[in-house]
C-alpha cells in the first residue's frame, strides 16, 4: 500500500496546483488506495471487526447465511448465536471475498443441522474449525474436502444419533491429513466403525468423552497403539464391563494413551455398577455366557456324579440286597428280645421302689 501512496505523491508533486489543492488530491488519493485495497472494506452491519478487521464476530443476528463483505483480511472469525441451519455448498466463496488469511473458523450455537459437500471450499489455510452446540443430522462425505491445514476439530455436543455413520467416512484421513485435535464429547456416539479406526497418523488427541460407547474392540485398540502421540479421552461413559472389555482393560493397565483413565467407571453388569475400572480384576470381567457355561459344566459334573453312583449300586445289587436282609433280620432279633424282656418284667423302675419299701 505504502508504494501505491508514494506513487501517487510523485505524480500529483510534478503538477503545479496551489497547495491547499494539492493536499487535498492527496487526500483523495489516499482515500481511495485504502478503500480499493482489500483489508480496508467496511463491517458487515450484522458483525463486530476488530483489530484492523482482523478479527470478526456476527453473534445473536438471527443470520440464516453467513454474511457477504467480511474483510478478506480476516484471521479470526466467530459466528454464534443464529438460524444458520443448512451449511450449502462453497458458503465461504459466495461471500465475495477470499479468506487467504482465515486461520480461526468458530460457529457455534447456530442451530446447524446440515453441511453440504465442500461447504468449506476456499478455505484452504484454515486450521482450527469449532462447530460444537449445533444440531448436525447430516454429514457429506465430502464435507471437510480442502481443508488440508485443518489442525483442530472441534464438535462437542453437536451431533444427532442418525449421523454417526456419515460422520466417519466425513473424517477419513484423505479429507484431513493434517488433523491434531479431535474434540467430540457430549453426544451419541456408541459405537466406532471401521472408518473411526482409521484415523489419520498425525492425529494427537480424541476426545470421546460423554458418548454412549460400552467397549472398544481389540482392533481399534491395537491400531491406536500404534500411534504413540495419541492420547484418547474415554471418561463418563456408560462401560459394560463385561468379557469384551477385556482388550481395553489391558490396554488401560499396560498403557498411558488414555490421558482420563483413572476416571473410567463401569455401568454394567449390576454387580460391577459404579466400580473404577482400573481398580478391577481380570476374573471380574466375565460375561453373561461365561456363566451360564459354567453352570452348564456344573450340571454336566453333577449328572457324571449321579451315573457313576447309580451304575455303582447297580453292580453291586446283590450285595446290597444280602447287607439289607441281614440288616432287617438284625433289627427284627434286636426287637423281639425287647419283647421277651417286656414280658418278663414290664415295669422294672417300679419292682425297685417296691423292694425298697
Not at 478487521?53 to 443476528?61: L, Q
Not at 471437510?144 to 476439530?153: D, E, K, N, R
Not at 481398580?279 to 451360564?292: H, S, Y
Amino acid at each position: 500500500m505504502m508504494r501505491r501512496v508514494q506513487q501517487w505523491s510523485t505524480y500529483l508533486g510534478q503538477i503545479r496546483v496551489p497547495v491547499w489543492s494539492r493536499t487535498w488530491s492527496f487526500s483523495v488519493a489516499v482515500l481511495s488506495v485504502m478503500v480499493s485495497w482489500p483489508g480496508a472494506r467496511p463491517c458487515p452491519s450484522e458483525c463486530e471487526c476488530t483489530d484492523r478487521s482482523r478479527s470478526v464476530e456476527c453473534g445473536n443476528t438471527n443470520l440464516t447465511q453467513i454474511p457477504w463483505g467480511i474483510p478478506p483480511s480476516t484471521q479470526n472469525l466467530l459466528i454464534t448465536g443464529n438460524n444458520i441451519s443448512l451449511l450449502r455448498r462453497s458458503a465461504f466463496e459466495g461471500n465475495g471475498s477470499g479468506f487467504v488469511y482465515l486461520g480461526t473458523l468458530s460457529l457455534p450455537g447456530n442451530q446447524i443441522e446440515g453441511i453440504e459437500a465442500s461447504a468449506f471450499e476456499g478455505l484452504a489455510n484454515l486450521r482450527t474449525l469449532n462447530l460444537s452446540c449445533n444440531t448436525l443430522a447430516s454429514i457429506a462425505a465430502d464435507a471437510f474436502l480442502g481443508l488440508c491445514q485443518l489442525q483442530s476439530l472441534s464438535m462437542n455436543y453437536a451431533l444427532e444419533p442418525s449421523v454417526e455413520d456419515q460422520l466417519w467416512i466425513a473424517l477419513r484421513p484423505s479429507n484431513l491429513p493434517n488433523l491434531t485435535e479431535l474434540h467430540m464429547a457430549g453426544n451419541y456416539l456408541t459405537k466406532l466403525s471401521e472408518e473411526a479406526v482409521s484415523i489419520g497418523s498425525s492425529l494427537q488427541l480424541l476426545d470421546l468423552r460423554s458418548n454412549l460407547l460400552q467397549s472398544i474392540r481389540k482392533q481399534t485398540i491395537t491400531l491406536w497403539q500404534t500411534h504413540h502421540k495419541l492420547k484418547v479421552y474415554l471418561s463418563s461413559n456408560p462401560w459394560m464391563c463385561d468379557c469384551e472389555l477385556r482388550p481395553m482393560y489391558w490396554w488401560l493397565r499396560n498403557t498411558s494413551q488414555i490421558g482420563d483413565g483413572q476416571l473410567l467407571t463401569c455401568f454394567g453388569p449390576g454387580t460391577l455398577n459404579g466400580s473404577i475400572l482400573s481398580q478391577l480384576r481380570p476374573d471380574d470381567l466375565v460375561c453373561l455366557e461365561d456363566t451360564a457355561a459354567s453352570f452348564v459344566f456344573l450340571g454336566i459334573v453333577l449328572a457324571l456324579i449321579a451315573a457313576t453312583l447309580v451304575m455303582v449300586l447297580y453292580l453291586n445289587r446283590r450285595g446290597l440286597k444280602r447287607w439289607a436282609r441281614n440288616f432287617r433280620y438284625a433289627c427284627h432279633d434286636q426287637m423281639d428280645g425287647y419283647q421277651y424282656r417286656y414280658e418278663q418284667d414290664p415295669e422294672p423302675r417300679l419292682a425297685r421302689v417296691t423292694a425298697i419299701i
